[in-house]
C-alpha cells in the first residue's frame, strides 16, 4: 500500500483499516468464546466448568501481564511483522486448543494467546493512527475499534453456534485459520513501518507522565471498573428486576454499541470532548435510571439500549484522545499502558460487582457502579487543557509535525522519529 492517499488526504485505506479490525475481532473472540462452552469443553478436558472459566481469566492475565513488557522489548522492529507474528501466535494458540486433550496444554496455549494479545492491542490505535491524516484519525480508530464491538455482539454468539453444530474444536479451528488468512491479508494490504531507533525511543516513564496520559488512564479505569460491575452481574440484576430473558438484553446492548460506535465514528474527528462528555453524563443518567426504576420493563431496555450507546463509542474517544496526547509515534507504548489498565478494571469491577452481589443484593449494583463512571466523567471535565482540550491539539499536530492543512500526512518511514513532541510541558490534566 502506497502512502500517497495519507500525504493526498483521499479515502480513507479502507482495505488496511478493516484488516486491523478483522485482528480485533479475532482477539476478542479468541478470548471470550470458552465462556460460551463450558459445558462442552468441560467433559473432553476432563475438569468442572469453572475451569473453562480460568481459561479466560489466564487470557485477561497473561496479557494484563505481558502488554508493557512485549510492547517495550519488540519497539525497534519493524510494525508490520511484529502483527503479523502476534496473529500467528493467536493462530498457534486456538490450533493447539482445538486439538489439545490436556486441560494443562489448553491452559499454556491460552497463556500464549493472552500474551499477543497484549501485544496486539498495545498496536492496533497507534498502527490506525500512522495510517492516516491526523485529522482523520478517529474516524480510522473507530473503524478498528468496531472489529470489538462487531466481536461482542455478533461474533460470540456465531462462534457458539458453529461450536453447538460442528464441536468445539472445530470452532478453535476455525479461529486459527482465520488468523493465517488475516496475516496474509495483512502482508499485502497493512503498509509497513519501521521500528523505532534506540536513539529515538523515549522511555516508558517519559511516556506515562506526558501532561494528559494520566487522566485519559484513570478515564480508562472508571469507565471499565463501573461497567464490568453491571455488565458481568446483568443477569442477576434483570432478574432480580422481574426479567429474566438476559439473553435479549445483551442482544439489545450489542446492537445499541453498534449505533453508538458508528455515531462516534462521524463525531470523534470534530467533537471529540462534547462527544464523550454525553456518552459519560448518558452512562451516569443509565446508572440512575436501573437504581430507582428497573423494575419498569420498557424503563429497563431503553436504559440498556442508552447504555449500549454511550459504551459503545466511549472507547473510540478515549483512545483517540490518548494517541492525541502520546503522538502516534508513542502511541503503542501508551496503548501498552491502557491495555493493562483496562484489564485492571475488568478485574477490579468483576470482583467489585460480585462483592456488591454477595453483601447487598442485585440492586445495589448500579449505585456500586455509580461513584467510577462519575469519577470517570468529573476526570473529563477537570481535563480541558491537555488530555481531553476543547480543540484537540492532536487535530493540529502529528506528533511533532504541524499539520497546516487536512491534507497533511501523518509523519511515516524514518522521519516518524527524528522529532519529537517537547517533554516540557508540565504536568497534569
Known amino acids: 500500500m502506497s502512502l500517497s492517499s495519507q500525504v493526498k488526504g483521499g479515502p480513507l ?160 479451528g476455525a479461529l486459527s485459520v482465520l488468523a493465517v488468512l488475516l496475516v496474509v491479508w495483512v502482508r499485502l494490504r497493512v503498509p509497513g513501518f519501521p521500528g523505532e531507533p534506540p536513539h529515538a525511543r523515549v522511555p516508558l516513564g517519559r511516556v506515562a507522565v506526558r501532561p494528559g496520559i494520566r487522566p485519559v488512564l484513570c478515564v480508562t479505569l472508571f469507565l471499565l471498573l463501573g461497567h464490568q460491575v453491571m455488565y458481568t452481574y446483568v443477569a442477576p440484576f434483570a432478574a432480580d428486576a422481574g426479567y429474566g430473558r438476559t439473553g435479549l438484553l445483551l442482544a439489545v446492548f450489542g446492537c445499541a454499541t453498534v449505533a ?77 499502558l491502557q491495555t493493562t489498565v483496562y484489564n485492571a478494571g475488568i478485574a477490579a469491577g468483576s470482583l467489585s460487582g460480585g462483592l456488591a452481589l454477595d453483601a447487598l443484593g442485585p440492586g445495589a449494583l448500579p449505585w456500586t457502579t455509580l461513584p467510577p463512571a462519575v469519577l470517570a466523567l468529573a476526570t473529563v471535565l477537570l481535563g480541558r487543557r491537555h488530555a481531553f482540550p476543547a480543540v484537540r491539539h492532536g487535530a493540529a499536530t502529528d506528533g511533532d509535525r504541524v499539520v497546516a492543512a487536512p491534507s497533511a500526512a501523518v509523519a511515516c518511514g524514518s522521519g516518524d522519529h527524528a522529532a519529537r513532541r517537547p517533554e516540557g510541558h508540565g504536568e497534569g490534566q
Open 260 to 336: 453508538g460506535i458508528w455515531l462516534t465514528g462521524v463525531l470523534v474527528d470534530r467533537h471529540l470532548r462534547p462527544t464523550l462528555l454525553t456518552a459519560l453524563a448518558l452512562f451516569v443518567t443509565v446508572l440512575l435510571v436501573l437504581g430507582l426504576g428497573a423494575g419498569a420493563q420498557a424503563l429497563l431496555f431503553c436504559a440498556v439500549a442508552l447504555w449500549g450507546v454511550a459504551f459503545g463509542g466511549a472507547p473510540t474517544l478515549i483512545q483517540t484522545a490518548l494517541v492525541d496526547v502520546s503522538g502516534p509515534g508513542d502511541a503503542d507504548v501508551a496503548t501498552s
Open 13 to 172: 485505506p479502507w482495505s488496511g483499516l478493516l484488516a486491523l479490525s478483522s485482528a480485533a475481532f479475532t482477539a476478542v473472540l479468541t478470548e471470550l468464546l470458552p465462556a460460551g462452552l463450558l459445558p462442552a469443553m468441560a467433559p473432553r478436558l476432563g475438569v468442572a466448568e469453572s475451569r473453562i472459566g480460568f481459561l479466560v481469566t489466564a487470557y485477561a492475565a497473561a496479557s494484563f501481564l505481558a502488554a508493557v513488557p512485549l510492547t517495550t522489548a519488540l519497539r525497534g522492529l519493524p510494525r508490520r511483522p511484529v502483527l503479523c507474528g502476534a496473529l500467528l501466535g493467536f493462530a498457534v494458540s486456538n490450533a493447539l486448543v482445538a486439538l489439545s486433550s490436556s486441560y494443562l496444554l489448553t491452559f499454556a496455549a491460552r497463556l500464549l494467546a493472552g500474551a499477543m494479545g497484549g501485544t496486539l492491542w498495545a498496536m492496533l490505535v497507534g498502527y490506525a493512527a500512522r495510517m492516516v491524516p491526523a485529522a482523520r484519525r478517529g474516524r480510522a480508530i473507530a473503524v478498528v475499534l468496531a472489529g470489538i464491538t462487531l466481536a461482542l455482539s455478533l461474533g460470540v454468539p456465531a462462534g457458539t453456534a458453529l461450536a453447538g453444530a460442528v464441536g468445539w474444536r472445530a470452532a478453535f
